[in-house]
């Protein structure tokens, strides 16, 4: 595209996002009737059928629409068919003067900016990466595309095999934008329906005093291990004495903390948040310009309730999120982001917050709440850490440092996953909560999807995943780590068909294990049973997809800890067989056995042989001529039956993400950004590589590696190669080896040895 021609389609395009429709249509105007790009030809017919219908000239509009009926790219033809059928209903004359000004909003971490009061179940056009446009005329077509405009990178992008949900035609990154479509269908709310039936709350109990007990003895745990290590350095130093304190059992000690602390959360988080991430106050006000609908969920539920309105709190920042914390409903919080107030509509904001009230009404925001307040102070400090590492020049006086973040890291992390699984259940009762209080669970739906694309988004923009992404995901309705592909792969595949593997895979849920949340096809699909229960057309349609996967592949992929009770009934028939050689005078081998800790080398046996008969199928060697592109990809994350055992050989061009420095030594940060979207990258680091894989972030690399589809998709990585020729490996077929022959080792020394 030329360069005046490119200038004047984007200069058209902002237009139209600021409201000035006659400067837009007098630069879209001669690119529409420009033959020389087909691709900016259509961006630019697009732009006018909407700058023609909320100028008014609807006839103009009308006319274009048509035009692009006779398109050769199906989704032209459906967006366009249906604007026409939007256009031709026309108002009455006092009606068809009405002209709601468009709301624009950049994603910008800088100073928020106020959108204009949207009213409920408006359509919108938005652009997840770099803008959001919200579409408020009654002339405007109910389901508008998402115009997505992409940083330009002088590295050529192949054309795909297939143009999916977009214009792609012959494009290369330094010319014409990538154009996406997303369509919202604005399926309906309830006007009047029928309570649902009420849930069992008895799981939702028990899991709560079970992540408090579980918190309890991880806590616990580490505070004896570090008393210990504590004395024992003081005995061995010379005129040091051990504290006597430290030899005490800490358990009554650390229960009472706690529940002091569950008491005062509310008013210490309000002190953390404020001080870390800079939480300010909410007027009830404020919100009311964003969302009137939601200030009434809140007013209307806390008298039903007879609870004070909960205090309302923002925290500035560009990814849409919203948490709520405190210990009893009269001191509850709901902390909302910037950005989930900029990029959701007003049905959608009302809706979240009902979630909300759905944690406070079941009351598991308390032990989320001391949760929260037992993991930032850690995460902080693992910052903290990090940053002294990062001003440290000397590699010797750094490793010391850079394994204590790691250190500090893995505590973080063991915390977090005593609540993994009361954070995924609890969003599935605040889910139905919600629908049952606004009658409008298609409104969810879109809220969570949009909330998936702002946090891809802001990933995107930032190059990284955030530290507030980070260390609030555990109380956020979605999770950023399934926000990666999710929220970026709507351009190349639709929401149904991404989602079908949370619907159709008959053993997602064991993939679940170790996730913060739910899936959300799985989540998706309890609200349309829900929209279909009151008779409402659903957000999303999902076909019923018959299951092909083999039980032997399934099987296969556990086998490492399908090898855990092997070894116990292994170790079962060792203690029959030794009683038996005992009673017959046969063989005495009671000075191993009597303390029973043979069982333990038994299952670490049983582990390791596990883990062997996974290895060729988990890394099987990467031949040429079956590698995949980026332009397959979107049918890889398609495919309801694929388990991560599958191993697809791949090779995927794209742009490095993650944090620098020493915060991101275990490579916990790795995401590849790709033309097909973003996707979760696993390196291993290996001892002697003179590149590390902190020094490709942020450059173009290609990688190798193995295809894994689960409830979060993922790249191994075999090869990280940049453009310069450096080359990174990650040894994930070494590391399973050395894992296995560890646990063999192990194992076998505890079973000889007793």
Known sequence: MPSHAKS??????????????QTAIAQLEPIAKSQSNATASLQAQV???????????????????????????????????RALEHLTKRKKPDQESKNVETGFVAFDNSTPVTPPVTPPETPTLEE?????????????????????LKATVATPLPPPAAPLNGFMGSVTRTQAKLFGVIYWRQAQRAKAWQPLRKPKLIPLRLLSAGTFIALFWV???????????????????????????????????????????????????DLLLANLYGQREFPKDVLNAHSREAVRVLQRCCQQRHWPLPKLRILPMAAPIILTYGSLPRNARIVVSQGLLEQLADDEIAIIYATQLGHIAHWDFAVMSLLLLVTLPTHKLYQQVSGLGDKISG????????????????????????????????????????????????????????????????IQKQEHTSWQLESLNLLTPVSHQQSLSLGTIASNLSFESFLKWDNANPYRQWFTINNSHPLMGD???????????????????????????????FL?????????????????????????????????LKWIYEDWSFITGCLLIGFSIGTVMRINSFFPDIKPATLQTDDYLPTLLADPSALPIDSISVRIVGKLLGRQGTSNSLAQDLILQSSAGLVKLHHISWLGQSVNHQDLIGRQIIVTGWFRRGATPWIDIQTLEAQSGKTIHSPHPIWSIFLAVAAQAWGAYVFLTG
């Not at 997840?128 to 997505?148: A, C, F, G, W, Y």
């Not at 006597?244 to 210490?268: C, H, N």
């Open 8 to 21: 004047s389609l984007e200069a058209g395009l902002v237009a139209l996002k600021q409201g000035n429709y």
């Open 47 to 81: 732009g006018l059928v909407m700058a023609y219908a909320r100028s008014g000239e609807v006839p103009k509009a009308i006319a274009i629409s048509q035009n692009l009926i006779e398109s050769n790219n199906p989704q032209v033809q459906e967006w366009a068919t």
């Open 128 to 148: 997840p990466n770099d803008q959001v446009i919200e579409t408020k005329s009654d002339d405007t077509p109910p389901m508008v595309p998402l115009v997505r």
């Open 219 to 269: 806590i616990r745990e580490i505070l004896k291990l570090a008393m210990g290590f504590i004395n024992q350095t003081l005995v061995k130093l010379p005129y040091l004495e051990p504290f006597q304190l430290l030899y005490r059992d800490p358990t009554k000690l650390l229960l009472i903390v706690l529940v002091i602390l569950i008491a005062i959360s509310p008013w210490l988080l």
């Open 395 to 458: 590699k010797i006086w750094r490793s010391p440092v850079t394994i204590l973040a790691s250190l500090i890291y893995g505590v973080w992390s063991l915390l977090t996953g005593t609540a993994l699984w009361l954070s995924r259940l609890r969003l599935y009762y605040s889910d139905r909560v919600a629908a049952e209080i606004t009658g409008n669970p298609n409104a969810l739906i879109r809220a969570l999807l949009k909330i998936a694309i702002g946090i891809a988004a802001d």
């Open 523 to 553: 989540r998706i699909e309890r609200l349309c049973q829900i929209a279909r229960h009151w008779h409402l057309d659903t957000e999303l349609h999902f076909a019923s997809v018959p299951s092909k996967v083999k039980r032997q592949s």
């Open 556 to 588: 296969l992929q556990i086998a490492p800890w399908l090898g855990i009770p092997l070894g116990v009934l292994f170790a079962a028939l060792v203690w029959l067989t030794w009683q038996l050689a005992f009673a017959l005078k046969f063989l005495n």
